[in-house]
């Protein structure tokens, strides 16, 4: 499973970058606006540092002025992946970039029937929002369960799975169980994929043996 960054801060970026683990970086207006930053150079510094797809959204609503926002998008650089919404004008916008062989994430998918038409529209990615499903009392699980099954069916589907709204470490592993491609994820649950209570009990145990031993590693 791939792992892709879901964020506006370039220093968690970098630091995660730095472990080798990012493919690549998921962002939206919102993360942006939060931060403060202009959309802009957020972006273009986020494609200096990642060499994988960086997801930029687009905020009109029509396809007109989606395919227009996403070719200025598309100037930043050639790894800016453009980010539409699964609505029948993003749809639209989505068929026009990958005629053109532009990079497209189709987001806010939460049916397998969005998924589908997503692959068949040519979705370079397509991001079922699990976590706002289990905000309703919904097994946003289930949903990825299901897009796997369907897009397994086929071989012609190249689409990738990229499973968005995560809110815990087990729902990544669910998703990784199941087949999906990728999991976009927020730098705290990327630390907690990484920290353990036992890891750190561990090793405070085998520190703790090594200093009464007396001994040292030469280096």
Known sequence: MKFFIDT?????????NELGIVDGVTTNPSLIANSGRNYYKVL????????????????????????????ALRKISDNIV???????EG????????????????????????????AKAG????SPFIGRLDDIAQDGLILIDEIVSIFSNYGTIETEILVASVRNPGHVIESAKM??????????????MV??????????IFLS???????KIII
């Open 8 to 16: 506006a801060n370039i220093d968690d970026l970098i630091e995660f």
């Open 44 to 71: 273009s510094e986020m494609c200096e540092i990642v060499a994988g797809p960086v997801s930029a959204e687009v905020t009109a609503v029509d396809s007109k002025l989606m395919i227009e926002e996403g070719l």
């Open 82 to 88: 453009v980010k539409l919404p699964c609505t029948i």
């Open 91 to 118: 749809i639209k916008a989505c068929k026009f970039f990958s005629n053109e062989g532009i990079m497209t994430n189709l987001t806010l998918c939460f049916s397998p029937a969005q998924a589908l038409i997503a």
């Open 123 to 126: 979705a370079t990615f397509v």
């Open 179 to 192: 087949g999906a491609d990728i999991a976009t994820l927020p730098p705290k649950l990327l630390r907690q």
């Open 195 to 204: 920290e353990h209570p036992l890891t750190d009990k561990g090793l405070e």
């Open 209 to 215: 043996d090594w200093e009464k031993s007396g001994q």
